[in-house]
């Protein structure tokens, strides 16, 4: 079976194709990214706006039609917070469906983590033992941790680099009172969770703490964890100490700067300062000297739930059965916006 799972995010969509069949790993077919660079086309009033709105549906447009031209049986799509908590959610998603025949869903914060988390135990296996999982998105972070397939507790908080961006690091750079304020808020609430996570990582029992998203990667990556071409099966470590030290060099530098530091692309060097923040923050209260940073995220957690369902039935949840439909049979690009006159 060839399915694709199009995950819309607050800076690109993404689609991700690939083979399923019982017994065997995923077997990929091909991968479409387009930007939708939603986190920084938010208004004051929380809606997402026109142009942003128009760049999104023109990116599932074109996700769908590489879906359709590579044979997908089955499209799981779904959009993350940024889309989930706009005040015009409802607009987009009629939007998108007008315009390219998707219908977008959502998963709760929980259910991210916890597909996630999956995505994490499959690529490590049962020797990785107890696995903690930290996800930073644009608008939220994403903790689990558990010794099993499904975690023993998953929680999502509104901490996304994105958000955290917008809210709290107005000015490019942003002054040292408000990063100083950011940090601080950051560790407030991060103290609250960790009295919440930290019984659960107790025992003799070692926990194995890994991260995903591109906020995790970018940040190894700049910390001197290996180039992308090294492939996904390269280790990557992000040291705490080492993103610790880069924090003020970010703090100081324009976005068009941070760009140019090594593993830091363009479209998230607005908002690295704040998934720095966050992730240094989050490793200090939970005492994690280092996260190892796994490849696979949410949409490989989907996908192996998929997997699941094909041999097991009950595996399937309706969370994410309820995403899943058929690529759309008349998929074409985006029809254009009508041009008004007058």
Known sequence: MRIGVLDVGSNSAHLKV????????????????RPTRLAEAIDPEGAVEKTAVDRL????????????????????????SAVRDAANQEEIVARVAASTGVRLGFLSGRDEARLTFLAARAWYGWSAGRLLLADIGGGSLEIAHGDGQEPALALSLPLGAGRLTRAHLPGDPPSRKHVRRLRRQVYERLAETS????????????VRAVATSKTF???????????????????????????????????AKRAAARAKL???SRPRAPQILAGAIVAEALMTTLEVDRVDICPWAIREGLIVRRLQAMTD??????????????????????????VRTG
């Open 18 to 33: 690939v083979d399923l069949a019982v017994g065997a790993p995923p077997g990929p077919v091909t991968t479409v990214k």
């Open 57 to 80: 549906v023109a990116s599932v447009g074109e996700a769908v039609c590489a879906a359709a031209a590579h044979g997908v049986e089955e499209l799981v799509s779904f959009a993350t």
């Open 195 to 206: 009295a919440e996570v930290r019984p659960g990582l107790e025992g003799e029992r070692p």
């Open 217 to 251: 990667t970018q940040l190894a990556r700049l910390t001197g964890a290996p180039k992308r071409k090294a492939g996904p099966y390269a280790r990557r470590v992000l040291d705490v100490d080492r993103l610790r030290e880069q924090i003020p060099v970010l703090a």
């Open 262 to 264: 090594r593993g830091v």
């Open 313 to 338: 039935p009950a595996a399937a949840d309706d969370e994410t059965a309820r995403l899943t439909q058929a690529v759309p049979a008349t998929a074409a690009r985006p029809r254009p916006a009508p």
